[in-house]
C-alpha cells in the first residue's frame, strides 16, 4: 500500500465456551481471534471494516491510522500529526476514512492510499477533543466532544460543522449511535441522562434515565429505533424505548464490578457489550426476546479495557481494540 509500512502478523486465535447465569444446558460456542498490533504500547482501538473487508482502526497513543487485512495478517499505517490524538475512524462507502482527532480539535478526511489528510477543524477553538463519529443516512458525520459539552454535525457536502451545546453542565457527551430517522443518540456519561437531537431543527432533547446513580458510556440502537446503553458505574444494561418513554434496565453478571464500556448491536436485535472491571474482559451477550444474558466470553489477550466496538453485519462479526495492544473480533455464526 503506497505511503505506508507493511508488516505480516500472526493471529492469536482462541475459542471460548461459557454458560452465562440463565444459559441453556447446551453452551454458546463463541470464537474469539485476536491480532497483535506491531506497534507497541498504541492503544489500537475502534476498528471499523470497510467494503473490502480491511479493517481500519487508530492508534490513540501512537497518533496513526492503521489497517489490517484479516485474511494475511498484514498490518499497515498512515501516521498522523504528532500529539493528534485519533479516537476514533469510521469508513464512508467510497472508502475515505474519517478519524476524531482529539487533542487537536478536528475531525480529518484521509486517502485510505496515500494517508492524505483534510482536516475539518472545530469551529470554536475551545472545542478541542471531537470524540465518536457516527455517520446518518445521508453521509453526513454527527459527533461528541466530551470536554467540550457539545455534540456536533459535520455537512460532507460543504465542509459545515453544525455544533449544539449540552445544557447540562459537564454533561460528558460520549458515545454516539443514529436511529432510522436520522436522529442522533448520545451516552452524556457526567450525568444519569440521555440524548438525542432532531436533524431539522438542531433541537437537543436530553431524556433521564430513572437512577440518579446511572452513568451511561456507550449507545446503541435496533432496527425498531430502541436505544440500549450501558451503565458504566453500577452496571447495568439500559433499554429506552422512544415511543413509549419507557426504560428498562438488567443488572450486568459482574454486577457493581462490571464497568460495561463497548457495545454493539448484532443483526438479530441483541446488544452486545465488554465487562472491563474484571480480568480478563468479557464479552456478554443479552437477549431480549427472554431477557437473558445467554454469552459470557473472556478476551483471550486480558482487553485490559476494550473502549469501543462494531458489528460487521456481512461477516455476523464483532469488531473491537484492546488496550492489551490487539485488534480482535468474536464471530457470531450461526449464533
Known sequence: MKGSAALLMIPLVWFAVEAGPDTAADPIKLEIVEWNVPWENTRPRDPYVDTQYRVWFVGQRGHYVGGLDPRSGEFWRHDLEPGTGPHNVIV???GTLWYSGNLVGHIGKMD??????????????A?????????DQHGNIWFTAQGANVIGKLVKNTGEIQIVRVPTPRARPYGIAVDSKGRPWVNLLGTNKLATVD????ELTEIEIPRPEARSRRIGITADDV???????????????????KFDEWRAPSAENSRPYAMTVDDRGRPWFVETGVRPNQLVGFDPATEEF????????????VRHMVFHAPTREIW????????GKAVLGDV
Open 92 to 94: 464512508d462507502t467510497d
Open 112 to 125: 485510505p492510499n496515500t494517508g492524505e489528510v483534510t482536516k475539518y477543524p472545530m469551529p470554536d477553538p
Open 127 to 135: 472545542i478541542r477533543d471531537p470524540h465518536t463519529l457516527a455517520f
Open 199 to 202: 436533524p431539522a431543527t438542531m
Open 227 to 245: 436505544v440500549w446503553y450501558v451503565d458504566y458505574a453500577q452496571g447495568y444494561l439500559g433499554r429506552y424505548d422512544p415511543a413509549t418513554g
Open 294 to 305: 445467554f454469552s459470557i466470553t473472556p478476551i483471550p489477550s486480558g482487553g485490559g479495557a
Open 320 to 327: 473491537f481494540g484492546t488496550d492489551t495492544n490487539t485488534i
